[in-house]
């Protein structure tokens, strides 16, 4: 009898997870993504605001399995599933069999329905979108420092970030420190310490899935990095001359989208039921609903927790997803009777608003300040993965904690926008 | 009386110089560049090939002066000079004044005529080169392993470097060593260390600068490697498909010209003399001829030894000029006499094959293989500008040669080319 053939499409937190969990397992497993490299997407705006470099948060795929004779890594896009068939299909032409099929394709930034913003506001979810990031903010203080019309040199000093979960209000803590710590010395035609940053939620408040004094912390210590924060209106318009709050214009250079998040079409695929998200509706245990060879995890699935709350759409939650779902293999596999329904254990919550201040909320426990920022720094080394990355990152922090000096500050590829 | 405004252009090893030497000068000092960072180009290759991260190797200019008020960096392109008025041209529009200006401008591939191959045949002087050869190369790997035509899978899996000085050897040895010890574990439908990396020269050896002796053994280490030679004959023709060295067509998807440098236009800026690869010839104190005070040096300037052989395109050249410049400079300022003309120092070669093998000249002593190249990497250690880099190379090094796992394996950007 040939082994069972398991394909994961995605080398994210939770197709990783199914491939290490199978470890063992009588299957040839073919792990598919588009990207050559696993991103540990939770620190990806530090790359963005010049605090570590791409090769610290990103590893290629195929290197975990190097000693898994059964796993083959593929760098192929997947643009379809022939679940008749049993087949994956690949951008190239090629089909891929499976047995079973696990889609684990994440989601990407969102505009609803703007669209046309993309250019001028990008979003923070790859290796790029980060490098472009860094680029643009580190730009717009070169170009000040050259500019003579002080209107201009304003609107290149002004930083939006659009969304103040916890992406965004990482991004404003960091930018602000970089105008206000490391750049100021450097410069003498500008004082970076001047440079507006602009943080813009539509809800009521930041961190909105925290509880309500964490969130207010927050806010404060936001303010006192001098972040300045816009509530209760929506960004109506983005352009390359600035961002449009309400009805109020903000002329500014750089704008970061930090606000809405659209699943990859993973539903599409399989045509079936997805949220408002574009996010797979699916059945208790991961399982497409009337596919049962073909589960779909972390944020490309909606999954709902047993008080009817959604599962948020974080590392942990693709994890246990990824280790749920190879026990299920497992067990069919073995002839055992399959686990119960996938119960999401939450973990805790936490987020970082600059040096030395974080929030965590584990429940049972929750912490602000610095001894929140250490506990959150320790945790995001211990969850990277492989030796060498965790120290490698751990230095980096360390330097810069000491010498107040941001290490990758790269400017690099051709920025078209910015050429006049 | 003002202070004396002295503008550098470029922030290499020869600009950098200048500026550090002239601390405590009674000077006002603008620095410009088009990057925005300083890069420790004699370890470029080893980002190409996945040793080294971007930022390992590079660092913000205006972070170097942050301690010095009277320096003012600037991110912006030179386009021309005009001497009559002392000014500086930028491509804004915009104009620098001078009293004394130094070019140091560097120095670019050429193709011998051929400016069409660039775009399948890259060389490798900026970072963006630098990760652009990285991601040909992995992306040739794992297109081979999705390739089912066995010939097209063959042209994948064969690299062919062009020119065998040092950047030429250096990149064979290393992706050959990628080739047959990081990677052949993680493939499955192909054999990585089949792969073939083929070196062309058109002269007789590799490493010409060196002794007949260790470049022999060169030689042998890179057979010994997996690396053909092929003596003699020029390219004659680089396409998508392949390479044609001499009249014998070799089917590959990866070239990288390593063969030949065109100096920047500072010579056609100040309207005088240059050699054949485009270096303004200069006077015996670095002043370009009739512009007393106008400094050209480095890569960009044809300087003599002694005995009438050109002072070669490395760092340590470079960096004696900016060294001599802010001398004369110093001395013009303090009333003194101006020193004699500049004498180039050669204080050694060096050059790497591989892990474990490397060849030293310092002239008084030859050294080869290990101990040569224990040499090699204490020194580049020692030359990296900046505590937190030495140690990061350091470790990133030692990582490398205990684990033998690449660390910076990162397809990133997209690759049209290859976009089929």
Known sequence: MQDHRVVVVGGGFGGVQVVNDLKGAPVRITMIDRRNHHLFQPLLYQ?????LATSEIAWPIRNFFRDRPEVTTL???????????????????????????????????????????????????TLEDATTIRRRVLLAFEQAE????????EALLTFV???????????????????RTTLPKEFRNIDTSKAKIILVEAGPRVLAAFAEDLSDYARRELESHGVALRFGKPVTSCTAQGVTIGDVFVPCRTIVWAAGVEAS?????????????????????????????VFVIGDTAAVMRDDGSPVP??????????????????????????????????????????????????????LRGWLAWWVWGLAHIYFLIGVRWR????????????????SARLITQKETMREE
């Open 47 to 51: 790359v963005a605001t010049t605090l």
């Open 75 to 125: 760098l192929a896009e997947v643009v379809g599933v022939d679940s008749e068939a049993h087949q994956v299909l690949l951008k190239n032409g090629q089909r891929i069999p499976y047995d079973t099929l696990v889609l684990a394709t994440g989601a990407t930034h969102a505009y609803f329905g703007h669209d046309e913003w993309e250019p001028v506001a990008p979003g923070l979810k």
């Open 146 to 153: 050259m500019e003579t019309d002080p209107a201009i040199r």
């Open 161 to 179: 970030i659009v969304g103040a979960g916890p992406t965004g209000v990482e991004l404003a803590g960091i930018i602000s420190e970089l105008a």
């Open 265 to 293: 079409p993973a539903a599409k695929w399989l045509d079936i039921p997805a949220d408002r998200a574009g996010r797979a509706v699916v059945d208790k245990d991961l399982r497409a609903p009337g596919k049962g060879d």
């Open 313 to 366: 759409g974080i590392a942990p939650a693709a994890k246990q997803q990824g280790a749920y779902v190879a026990k299920v293999i497992k067990a069919k596999l073995a002839g055992k009777p399959t686990p119960g329904p996938f119960h999401y254990r939450h973990q805790g919550s936490l987020a970082t608003i600059g040096k030395s201040a974080a929030i965590i909320d584990f429940g049972w426990l929750k």
């Open 391 to 406: 120290i490698a990152v751990a230095w980096s922090w360390l330097w810069i904690y000491i010498s107040r000096q941001h």
